[in-house]
């Protein structure tokens, strides 16, 4: 009797197993090289970073070895996009500084001017954006609905006047009014009024000093900027008033309306 042959057995994985193992590793080795490229390194980085700003690469040097004096090598050689000061406009910013310390002077002398004439309580200066502003009662330059200047304002008008011929500054005059209606033949409402004093300043300061008409701005706003509320007799004697603004030369023109 012959016995069947029986067929071999082969030990271990098969063989699609060696191909899949190899397969996986080949990904995971791709995996670990992105993960890798996408780490920077700190130090590189910082290095890196270093050599540009001591300019080695842009200024043509062959090599990232940090020179003994950078300093000393960018003063020799010129920055080709620096851009050189404008003699024009460094000269505006040196007169805009000269006049600034002029505005800080004429206010300090104003305040002075009020303290010595015991005129504090009429005539307030301050200093804002704008530039100097003084502010003047009612009764400091005018009668009751007129708008023709006391004699007892001229001399502290005159000493406006005075200080504005040292400077160039525009200089804008506000006429306002407190809430109550005015109907007269000489001035119909607030709107006259306001504007006939504040044109009633101007006209003093042009006349009695040597200063250019061009330089005055004349606006009359009537009772529609209050500063107080129109309810009380002080409130209202202080909505009656004269703004005097001495215009900073950085702040603009059409800035001042």
């Not at 307030?124 to 006391?150: H, K, W, Y």
């Not at 006259?192 to 000093?209: D, M």
Request: aromatic share 10%; net charge negative; hydrophobic share 40%.
């Amino acid at each position: 009797m012959y016995r069947r042959k029986q067929g071999r057995t082969e030990k271990g994985a098969p063989k699609w197993m060696v191909t899949f193992s190899d397969m996986m590793t080949l990904i995971l080795v791709f995996f670990i090289l992105l993960f890798s490229m996408s780490v920077v390194d700190a130090n590189k980085f910082r290095a890196i970073a270093d050599s540009f700003q001591e300019r080695a690469m842009f200024e043509f040097y062959p090599s990232l070895i940090p020179f003994e004096n950078p300093a000393e090598d960018r003063d020799i050689k010129d920055d080709p996009f620096e851009k050189e000061a404008d003699p024009f406009e460094t000269h505006l910013e040196l007169e805009e500084e000269e006049v600034d310390q002029q505005l800080d002077q004429l206010l300090e002398e104003v305040l002075e001017y009020l303290e010595a004439n015991q005129l504090t309580e009429e005539v307030s200066a301050t200093r804002d954006d704008r530039g100097v502003v003084l502010v003047l009662q009612e009764q400091t330059l005018f009668e009751t609905a007129r708008a023709n200047i006391i004699s007892d304002a001229e001399p502290f008008l005159g000493k406006v006047g005075t200080l504005l011929e040292t400077i160039p500054n525009v200089v804008k005059v506000e006429g306002h009014t407190d809430s109550r209606p005015i109907n007269t033949a000489q001035y119909p409402s607030n709107w006259e009024l306001s504007g006939a004093r504040a044109s009633s300043v101007i006209r003093f300061l042009v006349n009695n000093h040597d200063l250019e008409p061009g330089r005055f701005i004349s606006v009359g706003y009537g009772d529609t900027r209050p500063i107080a509320p129109n309810t009380t007799q002080e409130n209202l004697q202080q909505n009656r008033r004269v703004v005097v603004v001495i215009s900073d030369p950085s702040y603009h023109e059409g800035d001042l309306y």
